[in-house]
C-alpha cells in the first residue's frame, strides 16, 4: 500500500471535556462515495485505538481538511500519537480556524464540513461514512500525497 499514492488530510472535531480543546488525526484514507447534489458523502477509516474516534462516537460532528503541499509539518504533527489530542495551546491553535463552527485547517487545498452517518467497526479499524455538509475549495494550492512513505506534491500540467 505504500506504493500506491494518497491525500493527506486531517480529520478534527471538538474534544467534549476539553474545553473545547481540539482533536485531531492525519489521514490517507479520505474515500468520495457519492457526488449526487445534497447528498455527497465521504469515507475515512481510524485504528480503533484512535483517540479521535473515541471522539467521535461522543460527536458526530468533524471536519476533513485536505492538506496542501506547504502543510507537511501539520500532517507530522497530527500524524504521532502524542498530538492526536489538542489543547488549545499556541503550536495548535495557530493550525486551525474556528470560523464555521467546526474546527478547520487555515488554507487547506479542501475542506469539508461533515455529520458523521454510520461507522463499521473491524478488528483493527473503523471506517466512518460522513454527509459533507458544506464544503469550500482553494485550487491555488497543489495537494500533499503521501507515497512510498514519503510526502510529495503533484505537479500539474498546464491546461
Known amino acids: ?4 499514492p494518497a491525500s493527506v488530510s486531517v480529520v478534527g472535531s ?14 490517507s484514507s479520505l474515500v468520495s462515495v457519492s457526488i449526487t447534489a445534497g447528498g455527497e458523502e465521504v469515507l475515512f477509516a481510524l485504528k480503533n485505538e484512535s483517540f479521535l474516534g473515541k471522539y467521535l462516537l461522543e460527536s458526530p460532528l468533524c471536519s476533513i481538511s485536505v492538506l ?9 504533527f497530527y500524524g504521532s500519537r502524542s498530538s492526536a489530542i489538542q489543547s488549545p495551546d499556541e503550536r495548535s ?8 463552527g467546526f474546527p478547520y485547517i487555515d488554507e487547506a487545498s479542501v475542506v469539508f464540513l461533515c455529520e ?11 471506517v466512518y461514512f460522513a454527509k459533507v455538509n458544506q464544503f469550500f475549495t482553494d485550487e491555488s494550492q497543489k495537494p500533499l500525497v503521501y507515497v512510498n512513505r514519503k510526502f510529495n506534491s503533484i505537479n500539474f500540467l498546464p491546461e
Open 1 to 4: 500500500m505504500s506504493h500506491i
Open 14 to 27: 471538538f474534544g467534549i471535556d476539553f474545553q473545547s480543546g481540539i482533536v485531531a488525526a492525519t489521514i
Open 68 to 76: 496542501n503541499d506547504q502543510q507537511r509539518d501539520v500532517a507530522d
Open 93 to 100: 491553535e495557530t493550525y486551525w480556524n474556528r470560523s464555521m
Open 116 to 126: 458523521i452517518r454510520e461507522k463499521i467497526t473491524r478488528l483493527y479499524s473503523t
